[in-house]
């Protein structure tokens, strides 16, 4: 077991109901019959494609020889049945050949393809670069490469990062020089491109970033390109267009999926397609980035999970001792480890990190379609919510996630440490999860310097209000009051540490105002996540008292409400240190004249 089908149903059809969102025309072709059997299929791939692999791709790396990439045969499998069962292109458009499903249940499905085997992060590449093409490309672009990106045939990717550029999109120096029948000729490298090139698909579809010669600089001269590995020509003949595979990175972990180092041009015969307009190409990236951070968000939360139900599993069968009240009674029989106070808690932890972190990713994919489907102030609003949240949903699950996962490896002892168990491998996969698409320091830098002060702050003056609303409706139930006035209380605290560096930001002293911006994610992810562990308590709380709830629902409610408390009483209080530090007036890590070594 890797992830908990019921938890699934819960969020998505008792707290977030999903099926609400087909009385928008966009969706109105689905119910909540149709989002089971997209699941169901997911599950099916997962269990029978992906699983059973976890461990063989991660030590059968992919493998450069002669400029040609190499991967297990079990990725082409999966891919293939990917593509068949239309499991790529599930929220694409009817025209494009996708099923038009919510992000709520694409997301889902997110979750438990990375839970499964998060060593096969191919297929949610691939819609994300059709994605842009299908929204920023012509005709042609969209006919000629969208369908076979769905159907699994060709492979696409995001190839922005350069070796001298890093996170630093605005020193890309990748050139792109103008041909007269309306074609770019592309030269430069890019590296750390994800499945940037293997064996498992005809084709490999780069959305490159590069600049039009004489193009301004810095992030304002950047355009988006397609650039194939392969032209092909009107008759479906392929040719080689000069983006070679200079190197292949060897990785700590998801190693399943080939970093590439590429470079374009060497031959100067690598044909590009401008996507959209010139010099716009970074905020059309925006849109795969945006949709990229979350799914990063859902691969820790993923990850996390399969290490919590390994660790539980462990934990219900592994027998060591005997409980500290029962010392004394050496000869009775040894009781099992998830019967010990310090194990019970790093598996609380674990579960709240996961079942609050897929409830948080839930919150922004239900914004995300929200945005699709609504319109004027309503739009507004989701849309400003969703900028506000998104750091947060990537941030919080892979950070906390680690820490869940390194918990998880902890219940097992030193069995945790050997490749025996599958904890070892998680806990080496979720570690580059903090690093995709943008570092925590780069999210928690964008949360307090753009999307907390957006528009004058009505971006977090609109999602206090929502974390109000959920107060309201929980202070209905006695039991919950408790909470909804720690809830309270933390919120206030959050307000006024942001009151307090806001005054260095109207100063003009941005860096000391985002000098501990790590620290302030920190704190805003855990009110966040309080947030989303009252909003299940509630929808619990109400099912316990108007529902004739028995056996296995009376036990799975029952620990929702366990859990929420277990997360107000040992994560949320770190808040507190967090506040001290953030409004200390000791500066520590802004240089100065006077610089110490480190």
């Not at 579809?205 to 010669?213: A, D, E, F």
């Not at 810095?218 to 590995?229: A, D, E, H």
């Not at 219900?316 to 500290?324: D, G």
């Not at 979720?430 to 690093?435: A, F, K, L, S, V």
Request: aromatic share 8%; hydrophobic share 40%.
């Amino acid at each position: 077991m890797y992830f908990s089908r019921r938890n699934l149903d819960f969020l998505l059809h008792e707290v977030f109901q999903a099926a609400d969102l087909t009385k928008y025309d966009y969706f109105n072709a689905h119910d909540k019959e149709t989002f089971s059997m997209a699941i169901d299929s997911m599950t099916k791939v997962a269990d029978n494609l992906m699983y059973p692999h976890f461990k063989d791709i991660d030590r059968n790396q992919p493998e450069l020889k002669d400029g040609k990439v190499t991967v297990p045969a079990s990725i082409k499998a999966y891919i293939k049945a990917m593509g068949d069962a239309g499991l790529i292109g599930t929220g694409f458009a009817f025209e494009f050949g996708g099923q038009q499903l919510p992000e709520t249940v694409g997301s889902c499905l997110g979750f438990i393809a990375m839970a499964a085997n998060n060593g096969m992060m191919y297929t949610g590449l691939t819609s994300g670069a059709a994605g842009l093409i299908a929204s920023f490309g012509n005709d042609a672009l969209k006919q000629k490469y969208v369908e076979k990106m769905l159907n699994g045939t060709w492979q696409g990717t995001m190839a922005l990062t350069e070796p001298q550029a890093g996170s630093s999109l605005s020193d890309i120096t990748t050139t792109a020089e103008p041909m007269p029948d309306g074609t770019y000729r592309l030269k430069g490298q890019k590296v750390f491109i994800s499945a940037g090139d293997h064996d498992a698909c005809d084709n490999i579809i780069h959305l490159m970033l590069g600049r039009i010669k004489g193009a301004p600089l810095g992030t304002k001269g950047i355009s988006l390109f397609v650039v194939p590995k392969y032209r092909v020509a009107d008759d479906g003949t392929f040719a080689d267009n000069d983006v070679t595979s200079t190197g292949i990175y060897h990785k700590l972990g998801q190693r399943g999926v080939p970093a590439m180092h590429l470079t374009s041009g060497e031959r100067d015969d690598c044909h590009g397609w401008i996507v959209g307009e010139p010099n716009k190409g970074l905020s059309y990236m925006f849109q795969m980035m945006n949709e990229a951070r979350i799914g990063v968000g859902m691969t820790g939360a993923a990850v996390a999970s399969a290490a919590y139900y390994a660790s539980l599993q462990y934990a219900k069968e592994r027998p060591q001792s005997r409980r500290l009240n029962e010392k004394n009674h050496l000869g009775s029989p040894q009781t099992t480890i998830i019967n010990h106070p310090d194990v019970k808690r790093m598996l609380l932890m674990q579960k709240a990190v996961v079942e609050g972190s897929l409830s948080l990713l839930l919150e922004c994919s239900r914004l995300s379609d929200l945005v699709r489907v609504t319109e004027g102030e309503e739009k507004e609003h989701n849309e400003l919510l969703l900028e506000i949240l998104t750091p947060v949903a990537k941030t919080y699950p892979t950070e906390a996630g680690m820490l869940a996962v390194s918990n998880g490896l902890q219940v097992l002892g030193g069995y945790g440490f050997t490749e025996d168990f599958p904890l070892e491998q998680l806990y080496r996969d979720i570690r580059i999860t903090p690093i995709y698409e943008g570092t925590t320091g780069i999210q928690s830098q964008d949360l307090l310097g753009r999307k907390v002060t957006m528009k004058g702050g009505k971006a977090a003056q609109l999602l206090f209000h929502e974390v109000n609303k959920t107060i309201d409706e929980a202070n209905t139930f006695d039991d919950l009051k408790p909470y909804t006035q720690l809830l309270q209380k933390e919120l206030a605290r959050l307000q006024d540490v942001t009151a307090h560096l806001m005054q260095f930001a109207m100063k003009g002293d941005i860096e000391r105002f985002l000098m501990d911006a790590t620290l302030y994610m920190e704190m805003f992810g855990l009110v966040t996540l309080s947030w989303q562990w009252l909003k299940q308590a509630e929808v619990a709380k109400r099912t316990l008292v108007t529902q004739n709830v028995e056996a296995d629902d009376l036990t799975f409610y029952e620990s929702k409400l366990h859990t929420m408390k277990y997360f107000f009483h040992y994560e949320l209080p770190k808040t507190r240190g967090l506040a001290v530090r953030l409004k200390d007036t000791e500066v520590l890590t802004i240089v100065s004249e006077k610089e110490y070594v480190i």
